[in-house]
Nanobody, 123 residues
């Protein structure tokens, strides 16, 4: 059973930075891609970034150039460094096992994500 624990969220002013972390457990971490998915108020889940076991990473157009994803296979951790934050980045951020680029079954996301960490960008 996937047990991902996210941390690092908070409130920040526009233009600020935050670093989210996720400790994954309940599965063998190394072979899986890991993703960050967010859900803003009144919106559906939105894919943010994915990193493969090789370290190859992908970003949505809305965060490309501002966010950086890392993974540390030795301690089953995935991080998301977010810079130049905008109010539109306000959301609950989930760490999930798997690759959620493109279409996917939301039930699969629900089975593979943590409880999330809240990010609020406001002046």
């Amino acid at each position: 059973e996937v047990q991902n624990v996210e941390s690092g969220g908070g409130m920040v002013q526009p233009g600020g930075s935050l670093k989210l972390s996720c400790v994954a457990s309940g599965f063998e971490f190394l072979p899986y891609p890991m993703s960050w998915v967010r859900q803003g108020p009144g919106r559906g889940p939105e894919w943010v970034s994915t990193i493969k076991s090789s370290g190859l990473s992908y970003y949505s157009d809305s965060v490309k150039g501002r966010f950086t994803i890392y993974r540390y296979n030795a301690n089953n951790t995935v991080s998301l460094l977010m810079t130049n934050l905008e109010p539109e980045d306000t959301a609950l951020y989930y760490c999930a096992r798997g690759d959620y680029r493109g279409s996917y079954d939301s039930r699969i996301l629900d089975r593979n994500r943590g409880q999330g960490t809240q990010v609020t960008v406001s002046s």
